[in-house]
């Protein structure tokens, strides 16, 4: 038995959900944010049999689309009392899921 656990855009977190209860999977939700785009995400936690783990993946990899996004270079103050940027603005790619396969002892409902 392993516990899944997957980051997934709130942009694609609709169809996953779907894709994976359709399949008899039962999922749990857990909204989330992320720390660098600081984008939302929603954590899905599900317990699988070990031989389900791979149609889980698959899943994840089809239905989490990979996207590029514009980050604005954060302001800042200088010395003198003006404003600048710092560097770091760009195009950066979000999506996708960051998945955690964790061997668990015992599942139960209760």
Same mark, same amino acid.
């Given at each position: 038995?392993?516990?899944? %656990?997957?980051? @997934?855009? !709130?942009?694609? +977190?609709?169809? &996953?959900?779907?894709? /994976?209860?359709?399949? *008899?999977?039962?999922? $749990?939700?857990?909204?989330?944010?992320?720390?660098?785009?600081?984008?939302?995400?929603?954590?899905? %936690?599900?317990? @699988?049999? !070990?031989?389900? +783990?791979?149609? &889980?993946?698959?899943? /994840?990899?089809?239905? *989490?689309?990979?996207? $590029?996004?514009?980050?604005?270079?954060?302001?800042?103050?200088?010395?003198?009392?003006?404003?600048?940027?710092?560097?770091?603005?760009?195009?950066?790619?979000?999506?996708?899921?960051?998945?955690?396969?964790?061997?668990?002892?015992?599942?139960?409902?209760?």
């Amino acid at each position: 038995m392993k516990l899944v %656990l997957a980051v @997934v855009q !709130d942009a694609d +977190v609709a169809r &996953v959900t779907e894709c /994976l209860t359709s399949r *008899g999977l039962t999922v $749990t939700r857990l909204a989330s944010t992320g720390g660098f785009v600081r984008a939302g995400s929603t954590t899905l %936690l599900l317990g @699988v049999d !070990d031989e389900r +783990v791979w149609e &889980v993946r698959r899943i /994840l990899e089809r239905e *989490g689309r990979r996207r $590029t996004r514009t980050l604005a270079p954060p302001p800042m103050l200088d010395t003198q009392g003006g404003e600048g940027s710092l560097p770091g603005g760009g195009e950066v790619e979000v999506g996708g899921a960051v998945v955690f396969v964790l061997p668990i002892e015992s599942f139960e409902r209760v």
